[in-house]
């Protein structure tokens, strides 16, 4: 995926975040093990947000975008983030989002788990 897209889709999810009352406090954090597109806060819980874009091609199954590598390397980001924050309750959660109908839509696939 072509990176001016992608900081597109994560900035439209951000908006879409907000308006939810999320509170973001961070996009594309980098850590030794990989990125988080997006750390957002909610109440007393941090949500670790990876953010997938989708084509027309890719939009019948979204979640296969992210495999158990993608998901396993967000959990090394979070372990690296904890030796220097407090971090209590979280949440990893991706966001599809694509184009149907000339609209945006997201796809929330919340709570991602290691297997």
């Known amino acids: ?9 994560e900035n439209k999810v951000k908006e ?7 509170n973001i406090i961070c996009s594309n954090f980098y850590t030794p093990y990989g990125e988080i597109d997006l750390i957002a806060e909610k109440g007393r819980k ?5 953010v997938k874009s989708l084509t027309k091609s890719n939009i019948q199954n ?10 396993r390397r967000i959990y090394l980001c979070i372990s690296y983030l904890k030796k220097f924050c407090r971090i209590q309750s ?17 796809e929330l696939y919340p709570d991602l788990r290691l297997q």
């Open 1 to 9: 995926m072509n990176v001016s897209r992608g900081r597109y889709f």
């Open 16 to 22: 879409f975040l907000k308006k939810s009352d999320y």
């Open 46 to 50: 941090i949500f670790f947000i990876e």
């Open 62 to 71: 979204p979640i296969k975008k992210i495999d158990m590598s993608k998901v």
């Open 90 to 106: 979280y949440q990893v959660d991706s966001y599809s989002v694509y184009f149907k109908n000339g609209k945006i839509n997201f």
